[in-house]
């Protein structure tokens, strides 16, 4: 492999986890003393967040601003509007901060790229320098299809983050709060992946199987969730925690303008590199 395409796809993988991680947030926590079973949380908490949940999905589309880090590897800043009225789709602005991505950022000219999400795949802008190594083309399509355990972008919807805190063993109210000038209510848990089983579940079976899988297909063992909803039963902001084999993985993200009109246009083909041809081997060509 000769030195520019090493690059490449070096570049191209660091910039998949980053995407999903800006979408969706899964992490690990392997401290000891986690609740194993479902407590009773009130009524009248399951309640809320179960009305948090149907609001927050039939809103469809938000304006979202979120802060990621994964231990050493990276840190960035999100900003943007996506919508899950079927698949998730929209665009983002990534900017990097921290980590041995910005390095790699860096050295191709960019420290910020442009993401658009569609329903087949999502696309990253890069920078003249990346291009001048990709045959002139700015564009990586990175396609659901060959990302395997990487593809966590259909669970960015933030609804997505209300089910998860639904099945949390030590779900409670910690009571009022004021997040940005809006009034909310500021919910707890954390969710134990080896605890999620049928009985006592608050969600149903088909819900609490699409956790289970979200949570195994990115090797969690635990995860902290805190999530703030306003009077309309509208999630405002959500921060989730743990441990990662890399290190400690944290994001915190807002949301606004529910309902905003998300639209979004692939990139032109002759300007797009795809992720599967660059790190494909000589052979696979």
């Avoid at 919508?83 to 910005?102: C, E, Q, R």
Wanted: proline share 2%; aromatic share 6%; with cysteine.
């Amino acid at each position: 492999m000769n030195s520019t395409r090493l690059r490449r796809v070096t570049l191209s993988t660091a910039v998949a986890a980053a995407l999903t991680g800006a979408v969706a947030c899964t992490s690990t926590d392997g401290a000891a003393g986690r609740p194993e079973h479902v407590h009773s949380a009130s009524p009248e908490v399951v309640a809320a967040l179960r009305r948090a949940d149907r609001a927050t999905d039939a809103a469809d589309s938000a304006r979202v601003r979120s802060t990621t880090t994964v231990g050493s590897q990276m840190s960035l800043r999100a900003d943007g509007a996506l919508g899950w009225s079927d698949d998730v789709t929209g665009t983002l602005t990534l900017t990097y901060t921290g980590g041995t991505a910005l390095e790699t950022m860096r050295r191709l000219g960019s420290t910020t790229t442009q993401t658009r999400y569609l329903p087949d795949a999502y696309y990253a802008r890069m920078g003249d320098t990346f291009a001048a190594q990709s045959g002139g083309r700015h564009w990586i399509r990175y396609g659901y299809a060959d990302l395997g355990g990487l593809d966590q972008v259909s669970d960015g919807a933030p609804h997505q983050s209300v089910k998860l805190l639904l099945a949390a063993g030590d779900l409670r109210r910690v009571g009022a709060e004021r997040v940005e000038g809006v009034d909310t209510t500021h919910y707890t848990g954390t969710v134990t992946t080896a605890a999620l089983t049928g009985p006592g579940s608050r969600l149903d079976a088909r819900e609490l199987a699409a956790v289970r899988e979200r949570l195994t297909r990115a090797g969690v063992t635990t995860e902290r969730v805190d999530l703030w909803v306003d009077g309309r039963d509208l999630l405002v902001k959500k921060a989730e925690k743990g441990e990662t084999s890399s290190g400690g993985y944290s994001q915190t993200a807002h949301y606004r303008d529910y309902g905003v009109d998300v639209s979004v246009t692939r990139p032109p083909a002759a300007d797009t590199a795809d992720y599967k041809e660059l790190t494909a081997t000589d052979g696979e060509r």
